[in-house]
C-alpha cells in the first residue's frame, strides 16, 4: 500500500509486505481502531491494517483469506470490530482489533458457513446496527451483529451477484436480469415494498448510486437514473 501527494505525485510512504501478499478485488477500507485512522486491505493470503498517517504496518492476521478471489470489502463494525463476507464457501467472519500499550492484537469473534451468509461480490451494507447482503444462493439476508440471521428473502426473491443500497429505511436491490426490489430495511422481517424491470440485464452488476431521490443504476450496455421522489 502506498500513499501519493495529490498535487504532485509524489509517494509520501510505502507500507512493507513481510509476507509477500498479493492484491485483491477488494477496495482499501478506512477506518478508526483505539483512537487511530487505519487503512484496512485483504491481500490474498491474509488481511492487514496500516496507520494512514505514516504507513506503518500496525497488525495483520491470516485468519480470512479466500483460495479463488477476495471481491467484497471489508465492513467497520462499532467497538473496533470488522466484518468480512466471501464467496467460493468462505463464509463471513467478524473480527476484532485492539491495541493495548503498542501492541496490536486481532482475532475471530464469530465465524459463518457460507449456506448462513457469505458475499461473493458485493458489499454488504452496515445499516441500524445490522448487515445486509445477498448470501451465495441469491438470498437477501438480515444479519445481527452477534451473527444471528434475522431473516432471508426465500427462494422466491433471489438476487444473484447484483448490487445493493439502502436508504429512507428501504433496501433498493438488484438482480442479474436488471429487476430492480424495492424492500423494507428491517430486522422484524422481509417486506417487500415493489418490483420494476428498470435494464435488459446483461451483467447487471455495477454499483448503485442514490443522490437527491434519485438512483442510477447499469448494466454492462445502458446506464439509467430512476426518480424515487413521492409525487
Request: glycine share 12%.
Amino acid at each position: 500500500m502506498i500513499a501519493v501527494e495529490l498535487a504532485s505525485g509524489k509517494v509520501l510512504w510505502q507500507t512493507p509486505n513481510p509476507r509477500g501478499w498479493k492484491m485483491t478485488h477488494v477496495s482499501i477500507t478506512p477506518m478508526e481502531i483505539a483512537g487511530r485512522k487505519t487503512y484496512v486491505y485483504c491481500g490474498n493470503r491474509g488481511v492487514a491494517g496500516v496507520a494512514a498517517d505514516d504507513g506503518t504496518l500496525l497488525w495483520d492476521t491470516t485468519e480470512w483469506k479466500i483460495s479463488l478471489a477476495t471481491v467484497a470489502s471489508p465492513v467497520p463494525v462499532s467497538n473496533n470490530r470488522l466484518f468480512f463476507a466471501g464467496g467460493y464457501e468462505a463464509g463471513s467472519m467478524m473480527l476484532a482489533v485492539s491495541e493495548q500499550g503498542g501492541k496490536w492484537q486481532s482475532k475471530p469473534v464469530f465465524r459463518l458457513d457460507a449456506d448462513t451468509f457469505g458475499a461473493t461480490q458485493q458489499t454488504p451494507i452496515l445499516y441500524a446496527d445490522h448487515i445486509y447482503g445477498v448470501r451465495p444462493n441469491g438470498e437477501l439476508v438480515c444479519l445481527d451483529l452477534q451473527g444471528k440471521v434475522c431473516w432471508a428473502s426465500g427462494m422466491n426473491h433471489r438476487f444473484g451477484l447484483g448490487p445493493f443500497v439502502v436508504a429512507d429505511a428501504k433496501i433498493f436491490v438488484m438482480n442479474d436480469d436488471g429487476e430492480l426490489t424495492m424492500a423494507q430495511a428491517n430486522p422484524a422481517g422481509f417486506k417487500l415494498l415493489g418490483q420494476a424491470k428498470v435494464l435488459t440485464g446483461h451483467d447487471a452488476w455495477g454499483p448503485m448510486a442514490m443522490a437527491g431521490g434519485r438512483l442510477i443504476v447499469r448494466d454492462l450496455t445502458r446506464m439509467v437514473c430512476l426518480d424515487l421522489r413521492k409525487k
